[in-house]
């Protein structure tokens, strides 16, 4: 697995080359011919969380000190964006997985690291983030979700809404106010396990997009759960959450890349096969120059992300910014690629007969989730470098 590498003049190196390889010759034969049928029936992507723990690439950045492959930051990028070229939703298995455990590796004891890293890297057990609340989303710090210290215990009580993968994982971090006073200084973060008694779920959500990976609620209700789960000092939860979505919304880029790549894909192909007027309608200058345009914006989206896995990897002080200037962009390339390639299909891209009909739907969540487009771009003008 791709580890560290000379990320000052940063390109991807022939060990990352290899690992894309591998990844999509995986999500070719493994994944991308479920995806419909996942799409469909709205159901998680068993076969490919099945694929990817057999090649060890369902939560590649888990350090290898606790069992994992150990990947950089431009590796995770690349198993993420080569799985959601061929699904959206089995890329969050890997995107998922990092966002919920980073809080963990970020500021957990090395005890909690243990105990939490080790099954995952496993294949043992996923992790969910439990952060945005019905009354809670782009203003996180508001959250209700109470933990009360009770001797060598904590109780939780709240809801948690739009949690990924909830009901499958097994794991999830969960934020919650210890000292109401404080507003997010007086949030702190825990591990609590699906197991854990006072722990249900809500209804998969319908969604417009990425109906392969469940949405749900999560309810606590009387969680009691040890003191030791507390992911860091008490107070410090708000922060760890920020810093961890620093990292991860380079992860939705990448997502947000592997959709649009896919589309073009798609639509290159079937434009130089489709023939009106007694040609490929390849052959006409306002598709080809639809197609570079695609092409384009796909490739400086990807640049821009993969520069900021860089960032990521070395903790650069820009990150804040790089980060979301990664995911807004990334996202609104998608939207913007996989609307193209729905009209150069013309009226059999309208159709669920064809795949980007679903890249549309599905790229559509990239430019909300861990923060719409509208809070990158206030995150941006706050740390401008």
Known sequence: MAGSAD???YRPSEEHDMLRDAVRSLAEAKIAPYAAAVDEEARFPQEALDALTANDLHAVHVPEEYGGAGADALATVIVIEEVARACASSSLIPAVNKLGSLPVILSGSEELKKKYMTPLAKGDGMFSYCLSEPDAGSDAAGMKTRAVRDGDFWVL????RWITNAGVSEYYTVMA???PDKRSKGISAFVVEKSDEGVSFGAPEKKLGIK????REVYLDNVRIPADRMIGAEGTGFATAMKTLDHTRITIAAQA???AQGALD???GYVK???QFGKPIADFQGIQFMLADMAMKIEAARQL????AAKSQRGDSDLTFQGAAAKCFASDVAMEVTTDAVQLLGGYGYTRDYPVERMMRDAKITQIYEGTNQVQRIVMARNLP
Not at 212 to 215: E, K, N
């Open 212 to 215: 392969g990976s469940p949405t």
């Open 157 to 160: 009580n709240g809801v948690k």
């Open 305 to 308: 992300t993969y520069a900021a």
């Open 273 to 275: 096969e489709r023939k």
């Open 177 to 179: 106010v210890t000292d």
């Open 266 to 268: 798609y639509a290159k």
């Open 257 to 259: 890349l592997g959709i």
């Open 7 to 9: 990320f000052d003049l």
